[in-house]
C-alpha cells in the first residue's frame, strides 16, 4: 500500500485528488493538509510515502517544503496551475510535475512512476529551461517558536549543535531543524559552507577572519561579530579552503 499525503490550500482540490486516487486500490490516503507549514508537520507524523502537493500556498511553498525534508523522504509529485515551477521541481527531484487540473490519465502515470520508484527523465522542455535559468538558491527549513519558516542560504550565518539538536542561526537567532549536522553537510554545497569543528558549520561568505590560538587552535572571527572555535585537526583545512577563495 502506497500511503499519500494530499496538500493542497484548497478543499476541492483535494477533493479531486481523492477522486481521481480511489480506483487505484494499492493507493491509501494518509491524510491532509492545507498550507505549508501544517504538510511538514503532518509529514513528520504520518511518514507518508507520496507527497501530491501544491507549490502556491500559505506559508511554505511546495518548492521550500521538498528543498528542506530531511532524509528519507517520501516521493514528491507536484500539482499546481503554474508551468514555471517546472524547474525547480525537478531540482528537488520531484518524481513528477502535473498541471491543474490534474486528470486521470496523467495522475495514473505519474504513480506509476512512483511504483518504479524512479526519477523520470528530463523532457527536452525542462532541459531548455534549466539551460536558461540559474539554479534555484539553496533554502533551510526551521522550527521557530512553534512554526516552521523558510531561511535562504544568505540569510544563514552557521549551523551547530546543541544538546544534540542541530541549530541554524540567522540574525542573532537560533532556530531548529530536523536533520544531523552530518546529514546537513552532506547536502550543502561546500563552495559556500565550511565545517570548522564538530559542533559548527560556518557560511564561508560570513567569515571575516581567523584568528590563531595557543596550542594549535584558532577561531574564526563571522561578520556579525561572533567567533567560533576551530578543532585543531580541521584548522589547516579551514585555511586552505579560505586562502583557496579569491
Same mark, same amino acid.
Given at each position: 500500500?502506497?500511503?499519500?499525503?494530499?496538500?493542497?490550500?484548497?478543499?476541492?482540490? !483535494?477533493?479531486?485528488?481523492?477522486? *481521481?486516487?480511489?480506483?487505484?486500490?494499492?493507493?491509501?490516503?494518509?491524510?491532509?493538509?492545507?498550507?505549508?507549514?501544517?504538510?511538514?508537520?503532518?509529514?513528520?507524523?504520518?511518514?507518508?510515502?507520496?507527497?501530491?502537493?501544491?507549490?502556491?500556498?500559505?506559508? #511554505? $511553498?511546495?518548492?521550500?517544503?521538498?528543498?528542506?525534508?530531511?532524509? &528519507?523522504? +517520501?516521493?514528491?509529485?507536484? #500539482?499546481?496551475?503554474?508551468?514555471?515551477?517546472?524547474?525547480?521541481?525537478?531540482?528537488?527531484?520531484?518524481?513528477?510535475? *502535473?498541471?491543474? +487540473?490534474?486528470?486521470?490519465?496523467?495522475?495514473?502515470?505519474? *504513480?506509476?512512476?512512483?511504483?518504479?520508484?524512479?526519477? +523520470?527523465?528530463?523532457?527536452?522542455?525542462?532541459?531548455?529551461?534549466?539551460?536558461?535559468? &540559474?539554479? +534555484?538558491?539553496?533554502?533551510?527549513?526551521?522550527?521557530?517558536?512553534?512554526?516552521?519558516?523558510?531561511?535562504?542560504?544568505?540569510?544563514?550565518?552557521?549551523?551547530?549543535?546543541?544538546?544534540?539538536?542541530?541549530?541554524?542561526?540567522?540574525?542573532?537567532?537560533? #532556530?531548529?531543524?530536523?536533520?544531523?549536522?552530518?546529514?546537513?553537510?552532506?547536502?550543502?554545497?561546500?563552495?559556500?559552507?565550511?565545517?570548522? $569543528?564538530?559542533?559548527?558549520?560556518?557560511?564561508?561568505?560570513?567569515?571575516?577572519?581567523?584568528?590563531?590560538?595557543?596550542?594549535?587552535?584558532?577561531?574564526?572571527?563571522?561578520?556579525?561579530?561572533?567567533?567560533?572555535?576551530?578543532?585543531? !585537526?580541521?584548522?589547516?583545512?579551514?585555511?586552505?579552503?579560505?586562502?583557496?577563495?579569491?
Amino acid at each position: 500500500m502506497i500511503r499519500v499525503l494530499l496538500v493542497d490550500d484548497e478543499q476541492p482540490a !483535494r477533493d479531486h485528488l481523492r477522486e *481521481l486516487l480511489a480506483p487505484h486500490s494499492d493507493i491509501g490516503i494518509a491524510g491532509e493538509a492545507e498550507d505549508g507549514e501544517q504538510a511538514i508537520g503532518r509529514i513528520a507524523e504520518l511518514h507518508p510515502d507520496l507527497v501530491l502537493l501544491d507549490i502556491q500556498m500559505p506559508g #511554505c $511553498s511546495g518548492l521550500d517544503i521538498a528543498a528542506s525534508l530531511p532524509l &528519507p523522504r +517520501p516521493k514528491i509529485v507536484f #500539482c499546481t496551475a503554474f508551468d514555471e515551477y517546472a524547474v525547480d521541481a525537478f531540482e528537488v527531484h520531484a518524481v513528477d510535475y *502535473l498541471l491543474k +487540473p490534474v486528470n486521470r490519465v496523467r495522475l495514473a502515470k505519474a *504513480l506509476d512512476r512512483v511504483r518504479q520508484t524512479v526519477v +523520470p527523465a528530463r523532457d527536452e522542455a525542462v532541459d531548455r529551461l534549466i539551460r536558461a535559468r &540559474p539554479l +534555484p538558491q539553496p533554502r533551510f527549513l526551521v522550527k521557530q517558536g512553534g512554526r516552521y519558516r523558510v531561511v535562504a542560504e544568505e540569510e544563514t550565518d552557521y549551523f551547530s549543535i546543541h544538546e544534540g539538536l542541530t541549530a541554524l542561526h540567522s540574525a542573532g537567532q537560533r #532556530c531548529w531543524m530536523d536533520v544531523t549536522l552530518a546529514e546537513l553537510e552532506r547536502r550543502l554545497d561546500p563552495a559556500g559552507f565550511l565545517r570548522i $569543528s564538530r559542533e559548527h558549520v560556518v557560511r564561508i561568505a560570513g567569515v571575516a577572519e581567523v584568528l590563531p590560538l595557543a596550542g594549535g587552535y584558532a577561531e574564526v572571527a563571522l561578520r556579525n561579530g561572533e567567533r567560533l572555535p576551530v578543532s585543531r !585537526r580541521r584548522l589547516k583545512h579551514v585555511l586552505d579552503v579560505l586562502g583557496a577563495i579569491r
